[in-house]
């Protein structure tokens, strides 16, 4: 009704009789802004507006007798009346003006938009929790930290080195290996996930695990790729293109649902000062020369992967090739290759190496690899490693296809003999042929080329 004010103007009491809950009493304040003294129930918001006795009355409600006595006190005595109306219109010109309203509006709306909360899940191994930092960038660049919140999924054992990354603002680690393992570990990771009220989740990892996870999370917008693992539980999907394309392009075919393009396909990695000065002290022990040309090799790959495996008397050959040219070779691998890391050093009878193995962790590692002026690898975190922090790198493909798994770079070159039987994705192999097809003369040949 448009002429309430005209009304209200009329008016020698406004009565606000209510027994129910009043969210807010909107005809009080319209009352007092006209003028209008006020008699009403004490229930809910009405509180909130009437000070009883100093702006308006207020009674007891369903209190037949304490209302007529408010009302009757109102008409036999004017100079309150007036009193409480003035008071009144004082307070709704302080409290319920149209500039304030309008701020408090907007404030609400600025609230709801930094509450607006994004999960992103990226379950796997390192190497693939490094190569999602590209689509990290791109999701924080289109989602900005002052009105989103995005939160990372991750595996215990990558949490380490996205522990300073600027483009999300927390993350939960879960182990599904371990502890949260089953189908009884997913239904609780699900019940956490659900307590933080997601509004948008991005599933970059496209596993049966991570699509359940999706789904529990209760979040109504769930992106993600239709592979046939369980993609009715997302609600935006993509079909998995059957041709082969990179990891980071593959990531983008999801974001790119959320109107997110590749700009930018650059990886990134975040070290600290301290991870710096522990990777100085172990390498002076080396007596290493500031001067001296450093090699990286990894020798090292997931126990799942063994095939990708670059034969070991290879490693010991192109060691010896490097030291011949005055360049320093670091080896790198887990604590589960040390033994073959002694292997290595002795039989090496010209040259000596830095035994890395083990000996750092993922952080550290990294510095180690920034250092070198070329790194080696076959396909494992390693490799992503060295793209992340800029490192010319060497990639050693055997089993697993490099067009779907090379990691980007400005400076690198890849070794794959692509033999009848490769990619085969075997994960046990008796002969092992197209990685021993990779000789270390071309390996040598590489390095100098990427020195120059």
């Known amino acids: 009704q448009r002429d309430v004010p005209g009304i209200l103007e009329h008016l020698d009491l ?18 007092q802004a006209a003028g209008v003294p006020v008699v009403a129930t004490k229930v809910g918001g009405v509180v909130d507006i009437i000070e009883d006795g100093k702006n308006g009355l207020l009674v007891p409600p369903a209190d037949d007798k304490s209302m007529a006595e408010a009302v009757i006190r109102i008409f036999k005595d004017p100079k309150l009346a007036r009193e409480l109306a003035q008071d009144a219109y004082a307070k709704v010109k302080e409290k319920y003006n149209v500039e304030l309203m309008v701020k408090n509006t907007l404030e609400v709306y600025r609230e709801v938009l930094n509450n607006f909360k994004i999960l992103v899940i990226k379950l796997s191994s390192l190497g693939d929790v490094i190569l999602s930092t590209a689509a990290l960038r791109a999701l924080r660049e289109k989602f900005p930290q002052a009105n989103y919140k995005i939160s990372l999924l991750i595996g215990e054992e990558s949490k380490d080195i996205l522990l300073r990354c600027p483009y999300i603002d927390e993350l939960l680690v879960c182990d599904l290996k371990n502890k949260d393992s089953g189908l009884r570990g997913l239904w609780k990771i699900g019940q956490i996930l659900r307590k933080n009220n997601f509004d948008l989740v991005v599933d970059l990892q496209n ?3 991570s699509h359940a996870l999706a789904y529990l999370s209760g979040c109504i917008n769930r992106y993600g790729y239709n592979n046939k693992k369980f993609a009715f539980l997302l609600n935006h999907t993509i079909v998995d293109s059957k041709l082969p394309i990179d990891p980071v392009t593959h990531q983008f075919r999801v974001l790119k649902m959320l109107g997110i393009e590749l700009l930018n396909n650059a990886l990134e990695l975040w070290l600290s000062a301290e991870d710096q000065k522990s990777v100085d002290e172990l390498l002076n022990a080396q007596w290493l020369s500031q001067a001296q040309k ?5 020798i090292g790959a997931s126990k799942r992967w063994l095939t990708k ?3 070991l008397e290879y490693v010991i050959c192109l060691c010896e090739e490097l030291g011949l ?3 320093r070779v670091i080896i790198t691998g887990t604590p589960e290759d040390q033994g073959v890391a002694n292997m290595l050093i002795n039989s090496l009878k010209n040259t000596k190496v830095i035994n890395a193995c083990g000996k750092t962790n993922i952080n550290e590692l990294a510095v180690i690899i920034k250092k070198c002026q070329v790194f080696i690898s076959a396909d494992s975190s390693p490799l992503h490693i060295a793209s992340a922090v800029g490192t010319p790198f060497i990639a050693l493909f055997g089993p697993t296809d490099n067009r779907r798994h090379l990691p980007p ?17 075997k994960t046990k192999c008796r002969t092992k042929r197209c990685m021993v097809a990779i000789n270390p003369a071309e390996v040598f040949e590489a390095v100098m080329k990427l020195l120059k």
């Open 294 to 298: 450093v090699v990286g090799i990894n």
């Open 207 to 209: 596993s049966r695990s």
């Open 325 to 327: 040219k005055d360049i």
């Open 409 to 425: 770079g400005k400076n690198y070159m890849v070794i794959d003999k692509k033999i009848t039987c490769s990619p085969c994705y």
């Open 309 to 311: 495996l670059w034969p």
């Open 14 to 31: 406004v009565v606000l009789a209510t027994t129910t809950h009043e969210a807010f009493g909107r005809g009080v304040v319209e009352a």
